[in-house]
């Protein structure tokens, strides 16, 4: 597409990032994804600001190995598919892991069909049987990933709805409109006031 970067393309395939390009329809993405609200609220981010750690990348990999012998692209898909959408590590993090497993000799490789098939060696099989048999469970907890879609849109609306009442409103118009957020912010802090 023009004007889009191949590092976007290579990053996120042909339909850009999963916000910052608009969403379904058009829509807006979240206000974050577009450099408003100071960035990502920390429930997008999580406790380890959205990323598994390297650790868990070689648990989840040895954990599918367990199963059947899989390629990289294959193990990507899979974490995706079991976390729920919550995680997809990047190739950035998988093969490097891979190679270091390798490395170690708990796993090995070999060429099928063009694609490099990994498989679990024994030493492999008996570091994987006393780890965690889904470690990709904790990154699909972590984040409720359709509360940040309902609040990314309903964030998008109400910066549209501020952004019309600033350019067009009348200063009347605007000090109400200020007036209002004021209110909402107000409220929304009461709501934590509240007992559960």
Do not use: C
């Not at 099928?112 to 098939?117: I, M, T």
């Not at 570091?127 to 889904?134: C, N």
């Amino acid at each position: 597409m023009p004007g889009e970067s191949y590092e976007g393309r290579r990053a996120f395939g042909p339909f850009g990032p999963p916000f910052g390009g608009g969403g379904p329809g058009g829509r807006p993405g979240p206000p974050w994804a577009r450099g408003g609200f100071g960035g990502p609220p920390p429930w997008v981010r999580g406790r380890r600001g959205g990323r598994a750690r390297r650790g868990d990348v070689r648990a989840s990999l040895l954990a599918l190995l367990k199963e059947r012998p899989m390629h990289g692209y294959e193990m990507i898909a899979e974490i995706a598919e079991r976390s729920g959408g919550a995680w997809r590590p990047s190739p950035g993090s998988v093969y490097p892991t891979l190679q270091l497993l390798e490395e170690e000799g708990l796993v090995t490789a070999e060429e099928v069909g063009g694609k490099r098939l990994v498989s679990l060696t024994e030493a492999g099989r008996t570091e994987a049987e006393a780890g965690p048999d889904e470690p990709w469970a904790e990154a699909g907890q972590e984040v409720d990933w359709a509360a940040v879609q309902e609040v990314g849109q309903a964030l998008g609306a109400v910066e549209n709805a501020v952004r019309q009442v600033m350019a067009t409103g009348t200063e009347a118009q605007r000090a109400k409109g200020l007036e209002v957020l004021n209110e909402a912010r107000k409220k929304l802090y009461l709501i934590l006031a509240e007992d559960a």
